[in-house]
């Protein structure tokens, strides 16, 4: 799970502060296992740091709550990119493919593109694995029908999230 | 869509199909190549079976063209294209459909001798599928005396027994368990192989899609490539 990318992710959607940042992600990302404070304004420093993100308008008062966080063209490059490039094929990326959709979705994006793309490299990571298996032997074939089953789970969940792109889209949006 | 590499076996151009009111097919293309297996996957309803059934002659499409090495398809009368099926293209589907009545053996010679071919030497040759598919002893069981999984590699002989061009395989897993549908899939690609035949399987299960050199995916009636970047 990427914080800093989900983050700029928020961000690129309006101009926020940590709170309704912190509350977004625990929200929408990391259900029953909120994300500290303290974290989430070490990622903002660091992502300001690095260009991606500028402080934007500072209300009065004190505290980084005062704060309101703008994304730059530097940060939604690389949004994009993240997005847009299929997740290596691995045992349970759900929820990175889960944050990319909800995000995709409340941007506007093609998530269901996206979802192709994620399942097209998924079945060539299934097609290597069924060359193993039948070239190899009994090892190699367990080894592989323990990728082939996970990535298929997977799969599984792209299919039905497809199905529910639409219910997604306003229930993130709303 | 082709995957660029040989001569063009079998292809859909832009095929049009409704049962009733209802569309199946909205414009699906698909080329497949001489000697390629393509898996064609997607959601129930979506139109698979109907275009691999539409590319094997059996439904005639309301627009579009079906070309088998370079002639159409779809324009030929209900008897030419019995001819066709019988002579160039195999079938398996999810359930063998052997013939009750017949012994093993004479299953898998059936288009064989359909095709006018001596009961003596139709027997003769399917006879080497037997030992090849692992199912040598069981020549004169019938189907009721047979496994799911030995029925089906029944089946697969007979679709494959007279070397067709083109074999069509409809879910030809669909009603076996993961390790017997495994050793199906592996005699269908190794027999593929051998003997230069191509391939369009219809299959939900993506580790069955796995086998194939390429994976297409029909939604709403038309075909997408998947592209992984």
């Known amino acids: 799970m990427s914080v800093p990318l989900t983050l700029l992710g928020l961000l690129e959607r309006e101009p926020s502060h940590g709170y309704d940042l912190k509350r977004d992600y625990d929200t929408f990302f990391n259900r029953g296992k909120p994300l500290p404070f303290g974290q989430v304004y070490a990622t903002l420093g660091r992502l300001a740091r690095d260009g991606k993100i500028v402080i934007g308008d500072v209300e009065p008062g004190v505290g980084p709550d005062r704060k309101r966080y703008v994304i730059t063209d530097l940060g939604?490059?690389?949004?994009?990119?993240?997005?847009?490039?299929?997740?290596?094929?691995?045992?349970?990326?759900q929820t990175v493919l889960f944050s990319k959709v909800v995000l995709a979705l409340m941007l506007?994006?093609?998530?269901?593109?996206?979802?192709?793309?994620?399942?097209?490299?998924?079945?060539?990571?299934?097609?290597e694995l069924t060359t193993v298996k039948r070239g190899g032997?009994?090892?190699?074939?367990?080894?592989?029908?323990?990728?082939?089953f996970h990535l298929e789970a997977d799969l599984h969940w792209i299919d039905t999230t497809v199905v529910r792109l639409d219910a997604l889209r306003t229930a993130v949006t709303a | 869509m082709t995957a660029g590499g040989g001569a063009t076996a079998i292809e859909a151009r832009d095929v049009v199909l409704s049962f009733g009111e209802t569309p199946a097919l909205r414009g699906a293309s698909l080329a497949v190549d001489e000697g390629e297996i393509v898996a064609i996957m997607g959601?129930?309803?979506?139109?698979k079976s109907t275009l691999l059934h539409c590319l094997a002659g059996i439904l005639v499409p309301s627009g579009g063209e079906i070309r088998f090495e370079g002639g159409r398809v779809d324009q030929l009368g209900e008897n030419e294209r019995s001819v066709l099926r019988r002579d160039r293209f195999g079938f398996v589907f999810q359930?063998?459909?052997?013939?009750?009545?017949?012994?093993?053996?004479?299953?898998?010679?059936?288009?064989?001798?359909?095709?006018?071919?001596?009961?003596?030497?139709?027997?003769?040759?399917?006879?080497?599928?037997?030992?090849?598919?692992?199912?040598a002893g069981l020549e004169?069981?019938?189907?009721?005396?047979?496994?799911?999984?030995?029925?089906?590699?029944?089946?697969?002989?007979r679709g494959l027994v007279a070397r067709p061009r083109v074999l069509f395989a409809d879910e030809p897993t669909g009603a076996l368990d993961?390790?017997?549908?495994?050793?199906?899939?592996n005699l269908l690609v190794d027999s593929a192989h051998e003997q230069h035949t191509t391939v369009v399987l219809v299959?939900?299960?993506?580790?069955?899609?796995?086998?194939?050199?390429?994976?297409?995916?029909?939604?709403?009636?038309?075909?997408?490539?998947?592209?992984?970047?």
Request: proline share 5%.
């Open chain 1, 76 to 93: 939604a490059t690389e949004v994009d990119t993240w997005l847009t490039e299929p997740v290596e094929p691995e045992p349970n990326l």
């Open chain 1, 108 to 127: 506007g994006r093609p998530a269901e593109e996206y979802l192709d793309t994620q399942r097209a490299a998924h079945l060539r990571r299934m097609q």
């Open chain 1, 137 to 148: 032997d009994l090892v190699d074939a367990l080894l592989a029908d323990h990728g082939l």
């Open chain 2, 43 to 47: 959601p129930s309803g979506s139109g």
């Open chain 2, 95 to 135: 359930f063998g459909q052997l013939v009750p009545e017949l012994t093993a053996q004479e299953n898998v010679a059936l288009p064989l001798l359909l095709g006018g071919v001596r009961r003596g030497a139709a027997m003769a040759t399917a006879l080497p599928w037997f030992e090849r598919l692992g199912l």
């Open chain 2, 140 to 157: 004169r069981r019938r189907s009721g005396e047979l496994s799911g999984g030995q029925a089906q590699r029944v089946a697969l002989a």
């Open chain 2, 178 to 185: 993961s390790i017997t549908g495994e050793q199906v899939m």
């Open chain 2, 203 to 229: 299959t939900h299960e993506a580790r069955v899609a796995a086998y194939a050199d390429r994976q297409v995916i029909v939604r709403d009636g038309r075909v997408n490539a998947l592209v992984s970047s």
